[in-house]
């Protein structure tokens, strides 16, 4: 996500002067940013999912100053014992088990802090140290990669961008080599989400492309690979 909101401003300051009007639309953007992850249309609030989603939140803010207090750690028990879906069932499930044992001599030691403070943000997807708090991705069924070969590849963009305009990632990505398609198709190399819609993929219009890529990649074996807006940025070559 850092890297796409630095790719947008570093697109609005790459004339040298920064306009009246470009300064307006990123201050919309940014006040927009929160409401854009948050609103996930068409959810069920009392859902499996759901619950996962308020765990996931809580896990980040007792995460967010890098450690865990005694108190926080016996909060947490308490709140999965009130979720008897969640603490049955996987995820809440392991995380659950982790801290009974924690807590189960009445004594939390330092190294017991750290195992349960990783265990939580392997599970949400918090990687403070990188400056990542949403861990969007690791909801999507997106492919590991190392590196993006653009030349000659055929990419297809779907949802909402953090970084920008499709029109300026396209560019982009035409001008590393690469080829644009509005639809999936067989020939599709690479279906690139954008941060700002990973979250509501299943419930939301472009979920449809996200769902036709996998049959392609694991039905029918295409070879395309869906990948993060992130993952994109992090291997454009630089204009």
Not at 24 to 43: A, G, Y
Request: charged fraction near 30%; aromatic fraction near 8%.
């Amino acid at each position: 996500m850092v890297r796409s909101l630095l790719f947008r401003v570093n697109n609005i300051l790459s004339e040298g002067k920064l306009t009246v009007q470009e300064k307006e639309d990123i201050k919309t953007f940014l006040s927009d940013i929160p409401r854009e992850l948050l609103d996930v249309p068409n959810i069920d609030f009392y859902s499996a999912e759901s619950d996962i989603n308020l765990l996931t939140g809580l896990c980040k803010g007792i995460a967010a100053d890098r450690s865990l207090s005694e108190e926080e750690i016996r909060y947490l028990n308490w709140w999965l014992r009130q979720n008897s879906t969640l603490k049955n069932n996987y995820p809440g499930k392991d995380l659950y088990k982790l801290v009974k044992e924690i807590l189960a001599d009445k004594v939390v030691t330092e190294e017991e802090s750290r195992r349960l403070y990783n265990a939580i943000c392997a599970f949400s997807g918090a990687n403070l140290d990188d400056g990542v708090v949403e861990g969007l991705s690791t909801r999507l069924p997106c492919d590991e990669i190392d590196s993006i070969d653009f030349s000659g590849s055929t990419f297809c963009l779907t949802g909402t961008f953090l970084c920008g305009n499709r029109s300026v990632i396209s560019k982009r990505i035409v001008d590393a080599g690469g080829d644009i398609k509005d639809s999936i198709t067989k020939k599709i190399n690479y279906l690139v989400v954008g941060t700002l819609s990973s979250k509501a993929w299943r419930f939301s219009a472009h979920g449809r492309k996200i769902e036709k890529a996998i049959s392609y990649r694991d039905e029918l074996l295409t070879g395309i690979k869906i990948i993060t807006e992130d993952d994109l940025i992090r291997f454009l070559p630089a204009s």
